[in-house]
């Protein structure tokens, strides 16, 4: 499958022509969508996009189809976790904490719940208020509400699970509710899975050849935990570098071969250059470099 390539930089005078073929759509995190229209006077959940860094740090970002702005009074946005991926811990499917935003604008009220065994409900745990701000936080923009933590806050697994509520108080206890997934709501068993990005891709450039004039495809195997990187590729005599190919962001399937296409000068004599991939994913891991032969002919 070809890489599309995303710039280059052409050096000695070379023409570079990326590769055009099976582009493959930019994918920036996991998302997962939720009906729309179904949630009474609650805030519509309409996707959620989960997002980590290298760090660990993680992002899940709510987009709301009936709201902009800070949540009024009133209004809850709710966040539980399966940190530890295990279903037998926890409340219902599993779930250790309840990160809650209470809308009180234009300043939301942050709470953050841990699962009580005994008590058997979400108790408030005031130790993790000190850290709010540095270790996690919430944030609103437009439609847009985002919970960012630190993996270490919860302790992570590198697979957990969650469920979002948005929900908006009535009169006495009349609550609309708006779960996502919606097989989540009570007593339902339904979660999202993410899994964390954690580990560098590995890639392994595959020897090469080309007519001095045509284009070679310059091959090369991915893989990594996310599923999607991007490579750069340098084209090199000896030391020297004599072009640089990148591409976007695409799969990274094991046991599937990628290439990108380099025209080859003319000019250039026969012999066997060096190419060099580096991959790196959207988290930001770099993984080491890898080089194969690439016969002129
Ligand atoms: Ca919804
Ligand atoms: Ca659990
Ligand atoms: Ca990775």
């Given amino acids: 499958m070809s890489r599309l390539a995303l710039a280059f930089a052409c050096l000695v005078a070379f023409v570079l022509i990326p590769g055009v ?24 959940i309409q996707t959620i996009a989960v997002a980590n860094d290298r760090e660990g740090a993680t992002a899940i970002d709510i987009r709301l189809a009936n709201r902009t702005g800070p949540l009024p009074a009133g209004e809850y946005l709710l966040v539980y976790l399966d940190a530890d991926g295990n279903s037998a811990s926890g409340a219902g499917s599993g779930l250790d904490f309840l990160v809650e935003a209470l809308g009180a604008a234009p300043v939301a009220e942050l709470r953050i719940y841990r699962w009580d065994l005994a008590r058997r ?9 000190p850290a709010y701000g540095r270790d996690w936080g919430y944030s609103s923009s437009g439609s847009l509400y985002r919970f960012s933590f ?34 989540a709501a009570p007593p339902g ?7 964390l990005d954690t580990q560098p891709p590995v890639v392994r450039a595959v020897a090469s050849s080309g007519k001095r004039g045509k284009t070679a495809k310059l091959s090369y195997r991915v893989t990594d935990d996310s599923g ?4 750069k590729i340098r084209i090199l005599r000896g030391s020297r570098v004599l072009a640089t190919v990148s591409t976007t962001p695409g799969p990274a399937t094991p046991g599937k071969s990628y290439f990108v296409n380099w025209k080859i000068p003319k000019s250039l004599k026969k012999g066997v250059l ?6 790196t994913d959207e988290a930001g891991f770099a993984s080491k470099a890898s080089c194969a032969p690439l016969k002129i002919t």
């Fill in 150 to 183: 630190k993996r270490a806050v919860f302790n992570l697994a590198p697979t957990f699970r969650f469920v979002v509520a948005a929900e908006s108080t009535g009169t006495g206890t009349n609550f609309d509710t708006d779960w996502a997934p919606d097989g």
């Fill in 121 to 129: 409900e979400f108790t408030f745990d005031p130790s993790f208020a």
């Fill in 189 to 195: 068993t339904e979660t999202f899975s993410y899994r």
């Fill in 21 to 44: 073929a099976g582009s493959a759509p930019a994918r920036s995190q996991t998302s997962y969508t939720d009906r729309t229209g179904e949630a009474g006077r609650a805030p519509d």
């Fill in 228 to 231: 999607v990187t991007q490579e």
């Fill in 274 to 279: 060096r190419f060099c991939v580096t991959s």
